[in-house]
């Protein structure tokens, strides 16, 4: 996720400006820089790390009292000092920083084009200081033309926005990404999260989806975006330390980016349908198509490989990426996936890399734009979740899931296994599924807590579902190994009368995923199997299922397709591995022997 800031006032703002984007650097960032106002604008800005970038352009060295910050995390354009923010309209008229997608960038671009404006970026935000020029240059008041520019994006956006002949306002609005104002004493601030100007205000004011804010050093207008209605909201008084306010409040970064799902979701659905296009179409020329990952990423592919079989009538072989070079055989005509959310996974370039040597494809699906896979890759597709800080990957399974099932449907689509209008129905109920998670979200982390608490000392948990359910539940288990350290060992329930059986006595803890779908009642002939030696069994179902009468502890979750059962079922899981990890009194940001990229082999 980008980050924002903004200053207006009697302070020289580049040095404060520099200073607010350090505070935001936890939230990951590959380029930064800063714009202020005098009778022009005056920018500098690069790739890299603030403090390096600092050492080479000295960006605290710019004229003016006013001006906006920003560090960048790619979503369209590698991190590069073109696509860095701040940007500048072609006329010099108005200067930007963005945080959000805009999805129809290359239309108004394209228009743009037509009426004589210029690109230097690859970004989408681009757009936007362009289009806002546009119509300043129709004689639109500033407020009247960031409205109507702002009225034709579609995407999200957090913005902040100075305009040359005004040098007495800052402009800020927003639309799904994350924005405050900071009142001052004749000083103005905006900011994405209150750790960047905590040493400066407390008195905060949170905008909400579709406020216009004006902001002048000694006065403050909102407006809502649609009906122009100007509100009046009191400023909150923050009471957090600078480490709370890093977190949004939440002890943790893991539990912040269990909430913080729905977004990347939304964020990864509504993005680069091109990308899809393209990867559909490639997987429907290979003869044979494989997908490398590890961990989380890998138990993502098994979500995707049961998405594409079931929808799309397609084999896909998943390989865990340190495997590949021993098991499987590419060549000409073989397309080659790697899900990696950083990018640098050692196992998975390698796999990669003997893939290519082999004559195969490579298409990759990552969650950092410009990362080493990338360079590796025909196909590059991106997943949306903003940067991962815990070590534990959370929202960027849910991304990378969101993306496969979108894949899996566009495949189908493609190969005629479903309707147009099928697809576009899928595509629908999709699209509501950040809305079902944060439901989720809310109704189970009490219950969660509760089952915390009973598991918290156990030795052993074992984890068993079905079909699409047995990804969901390995992941589960992974979630539970990392951060609780008490051994979680998922597996098919069809698999328990092979062996493990021999481990359930009484009292041990298993929790049986039932997600809907063909396999619920072999699944609940499953749940009898380890109950009649003496289990004490955990069931995760939807409202429907007449679950209750066969498991101990029942966490109920909304009715859903079996196909989009992960992105629901997953959640409690995480909850239960955060909650028992914190009543364990271990940290579970930083679970031992762990690092977020494995850059060895
Ligand atoms: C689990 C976890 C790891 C990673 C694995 C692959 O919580 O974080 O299992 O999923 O190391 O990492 P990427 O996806 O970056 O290739």
């Given at each position: 996720?980008?980050?924002?800031?903004?200053?207006?006032?009697?302070?020289?703002?580049?040095?404060?400006?520099?200073?607010?984007?350090?505070?935001?650097?936890?939230?990951?960032?590959?380029?930064?820089?800063?714009?202020?106002?005098?009778?022009?604008?005056?920018?500098?800005?690069?790739?890299?790390?603030?403090?390096?970038?600092?050492?080479?352009?000295?960006?605290?060295?710019?004229?003016?009292?006013?001006?906006?910050?920003?560090?960048?995390?790619?979503?369209?354009?590698?991190?590069?000092?073109?696509?860095?923010?701040?940007?500048?309209?072609?006329?010099?008229?108005?200067?930007?920083?963005?945080?959000?997608?805009?999805?129809?960038?290359?239309?108004?671009?394209?228009?743009?084009?037509?009426?004589?404006?210029?690109?230097?970026?690859?970004?989408?935000?681009?757009?936007?200081?362009?289009?806002?020029?546009?119509?300043?240059?129709?004689?639109?008041?500033?407020?009247?033309?960031?409205?109507?520019?702002?009225?034709?994006?579609?995407?999200?956006?957090?913005?902040?926005?100075?305009?040359?002949?005004?040098?007495?306002?800052?402009?800020?609005?927003?639309?799904?990404?994350?924005?405050?104002?900071?009142?001052?004493?004749?000083?103005?601030?905006?900011?994405?999260?209150?750790?960047?100007?905590l040493p400066y205000t407390k008195r905060v004011i949170v905008m909400h989806d579709e406020d216009l804010a004006v902001l002048f050093s000694r006065a403050l207008i909102i407006r809502n975006l649609k009906s122009w209605r100007r509100t009046v909201r009191k400023p909150t008084l923050v009471k957090w330390t600078l480490e709370m306010a890093e977190k949004g409040g939440y002890p943790h970064f893991t539990i912040k980016e269990i909430y913080e799902q729905p977004a990347a979701i939304r964020e990864t659905l509504r993005s680069s349908p091109a990308e899809i296009s393209r990867l559909a179409a490639l997987l429907l020329r290979s003869k044979r198509f494989y997908m490398v990952a590890c961990g989380t990423s890998y138990h993502a592919a098994l979500v995707g490989k049961y998405a594409l079989a079931k929808l799309a009538d397609y084999q896909s072989e998943v390989v865990i990426s340190s495997e590949f070079q021993e098991s499987c055989r590419?060549?000409?005509?073989?397309?080659?996936?790697?899900?990696?959310?950083?990018?640098?996974?050692?196992?998975?370039l390698k796999a990669v890399r003997v893939a290519k040597a082999s004559g195969a494809k490579i298409a990759c699906l990552t969650n950092v734009i410009g990362s080493s896979i990338t360079r590796e890759s025909d196909v590059v597709c991106h997943t949306h979740a903003g940067p991962e800080i815990s070590v534990v990957a959370t929202k960027t399974f849910a991304a990378q899931v969101a993306f496969l099932l979108r894949l899996a449907i566009e495949t189908a689509r493609c190969k005629r296994t479903i309707t147009s209008s099928q697809a576009r129905q899928l595509m629908v109920e999709l699209q509501e599924l950040p809305k079902?998670?944060?439901?989720?979200?809310?109704?189970?982390?009490?219950?969660?807590?509760?089952?915390?608490?009973?598991?918290?000392?156990?030795?052993?948990?074992?984890?068993i579902s079905r079909g699409i359910g047995y990804p969901t539940v390995l992941e589960g288990a992974l979630k539970l190994k990392e951060i609780t350290y008490i051994h979680s060992e998922a597996l098919p329930a069809g698999e328990l009368k092979h062996g493990t059986l021999a481990l359930i006595e009484p009292g041990t803890a298993v929790i049986a995923l039932i997600p809907p779908g063909d396999a619920r009642s072999r699944m609940i002939g499953n749940v009898e199997e380890v109950k009649a030696r003496g289990a004490w069994v955990i069931g995760l179902t939807d409202a429907d299922a007449d679950v209750g009468a066969h498991v101990d502890w029942l966490i109920t979750l909304p009715r859903t397709r079996e196909l989009f059962s992960p992105l629901l079922y997953i959640t409690p899981l995480q909850l239960l591995a955060y909650h028992t990890t914190v009543l364990r009194g271990q940290d579970p940001d930083r679970p031992r022997s762990l690092a977020k990229s494995v850059t060895v082999e």
């Open positions: 996720m980008c980050g924002i800031v903004g200053y207006i006032g009697s302070r020289p703002a580049a040095p404060l400006l520099l200073d607010a984007l350090k505070r935001l650097e936890y939230r990951g960032y590959d380029s930064a820089g800063i714009v202020t106002l005098t009778d022009k604008f005056n920018v500098k800005k690069d790739s890299g790390k603030i403090a390096e970038i600092d050492s080479r352009l000295d960006l605290a060295d710019l004229p003016g009292t006013c001006g906006l910050g920003h560090t960048r995390w790619a979503t369209h354009g590698k991190p590069s000092q073109r696509n860095a923010h701040p940007h500048v309209d072609s006329f010099g008229r108005v200067a930007v920083v963005h945080n959000g997608i805009i999805e129809n960038y290359l239309e108004i671009k394209q228009e743009l084009k037509k009426r004589g404006f210029t690109f230097r970026s690859d970004t989408d935000t681009e757009v936007i200081p362009n289009l806002i020029s546009f119509y300043l240059s129709r004689k639109l008041s500033p407020e009247q033309a960031v409205r109507r520019a702002l009225s034709q994006l579609e995407g999200s956006f957090a913005l902040g926005i100075l305009i040359r002949d005004n040098p007495d306002k800052l402009i800020a609005a927003r639309k799904e990404s994350p924005l405050i104002v900071g009142l001052g004493k004749n000083e103005m601030f905006i900011a994405s999260d209150i750790p960047a100007i590419a060549s000409a005509g073989t397309t080659v996936l790697a899900i990696t959310q950083s990018g640098e996974t050692a196992d998975t079902v998670v944060e439901r989720v979200l809310r109704s189970t982390e009490r219950p969660v807590r509760e089952l915390a608490q009973k598991l918290k000392d156990v030795e052993h948990i074992y984890l």
